[in-house]
């Protein structure tokens, strides 16, 4: 198959994105030609590498994938407004530098968010006259509405019209998560059209070892509790630094949160009016250390606003924690994730605005009133059975070629 996929984000940007490029990458390996429309890099800092500068159009190739880029306005996360300017120029150039591209697509595929991206799909693909299937990696704007990214109004009712109506256009819709599928057959889009493909988890997290993070950054001794992923608005982390606070008296449990966004600054500043010693934030690190990261820690936490559209998520991270083989703390007390944490072992829920909680969890993890071995081998083992990122790409390949 010739397959053209349109997504704003692809490596080397960071985040959720690595699931399309494992996904293609999978795909040319089992002899199709494979196709990427994406953005000049720039996230999450809005920050345009060197050998991307001043670039309407280039293409290159990242093992065996045709990745064609187009200049985006940057922005970074913390500049809401600025991004959605991304999101739109995107769609215009996009359109643009696809009559640049030779050859015909068996189909178009278009991964969500931002809605600007299936927009651009569906337009492509009458001009190439192929399917056209929308790959929803989070609802969107009922995700902002939920979360408080946006207010209710006339912009977001018609966003979510046009998302509505791009949905039963599609010839295929892949989501990934089965709560997003339930919400997707609610709206009007046959069961038939519909498959979950889950993003799963590479081999480098099954397999990792942490390769002396420990000790690289003073934590030989320390009981390490891991916060790993993007600091924004959904996630409720201030409760992570109020425990933070409770257990300072407790000397050699440590709190590091790996990643930037929105938050960062905000919650440094509450570090330092608490004048806590037990937090560090180590910011963004190469992506190939990650693994090493997670290996490190001794308690992994996540954590989500607790409205209804969180009930739906799963955060492509859980299945990289999961992997990891240690214990995780999760800061919700219902939805998707926490279903496949008791499925796979068991689940240590904390309502997200309860630090007496959270701090309760730790203690009883770091005295081994919770057995944390077992509950991440038991983790590590649904990864392996259930979740390597190999099974779920043969689905979807499968999927894609049974349209």
């Known amino acids: 198959m010739n397959i053209l996929i349109i997504t704003q984000y692809f490596p080397p940007e960071r985040g959720a994105v690595r699931r399309l490029y494992e996904f293609a990458r999978y795909f040319v390996q089992q002899g199709h030609n494979i196709s990427v429309m994406t953005a000049i890099p720039n996230y999450p800092d809005g920050i345009v590498p060197a050998e991307y500068r001043g670039k309407f159009f280039c293409a290159e190739e990242l093992d065996g994938i ?19 300017f991304g ?94 599928s339930r919400y997707l057959e609610h709206v009007g889009v046959p069961p038939s059209s519909i498959a979950t493909v889950k993003s799963g988890v590479g081999r480098e ?45 407790q000397p050699n449990i440590h709190f590091a949160f790996l990643g930037d966004g929105q938050k960062k600054d ?76 008791v499925l796979a072992g068991g689940a240590l829920t904390y309502p997200s605005d309860s630090p007496e909680e959270l701090s309760q969890l730790i203690l009883k993890l770091r005295s081994g009133e919770i057995d944390r071995e077992k509950l991440g081998r038991q983790y590590r083992d649904h990864i392996v059975k259930h979740h390597q990122r190999e099974k779920w790409a043969e689905q979807y390949l499968a999927f894609l070629k049974s349209i």
């Open 205 to 249: 997290f099954i397999e990792a070892n942490s390769n002396g993070v420990r000790k690289k950054f003073g934590w030989d001794d320390k009981f390490l509790v891991l916060y790993s992923g993007t600091l924004g608005w959904v996630r409720p982390l201030e409760t992570v630094i109020e425990s933070a606070r409770q257990l300072v008296d």
């Open 87 to 180: 999101f739109v120029t995107f769609l215009i150039t996009s359109l643009i530098n696809s009559f640049r591209l030779k050859g015909k697509f068996d189909l178009v595929l278009a991964s969500t968010p931002p809605v600007t991206s299936p927009v651009a799909g569906w337009l492509i693909s009458r001009i190439r006259r192929c399917k056209f299937v929308i790959e929803v990696r989070d609802l969107q704007p009922e995700s902002s509405e939920d979360f408080g990214n946006l207010n209710q109004s006339l912009f977001t009712h018609t966003i979510r019209k046009i998302m509505h109506t791009l949905y039963r256009k599609a010839d295929r819709i892949v989501s990934v998560t089965d709560g997003i």
């Open 266 to 341: 905000a919650l440094q500043n509450m570090v330092q009016d608490y004048g806590l010693k037990n937090v560090s934030f180590i910011g963004l690190q190469p992506l190939e250390t990650i693994p090493y990261f997670l290996k490190a820690a001794d308690v992994l936490i996540e954590s989500l606003k607790e409205v209804s559209v969180a009930k739906m998520a799963f955060p492509s991270k859980m299945f990289e924690y999961m992997a990891a083989g240690h214990p995780i703390v999760f800061g919700s007390r219902k939805g998707e994730a926490i279903r496949e944490l």
């Open 66 to 84: 045709k990745v064609f880029r187009n200049w985006v306005l940057p922005a970074s996360n913390s500049q809401p407004t600025k991004r959605m």
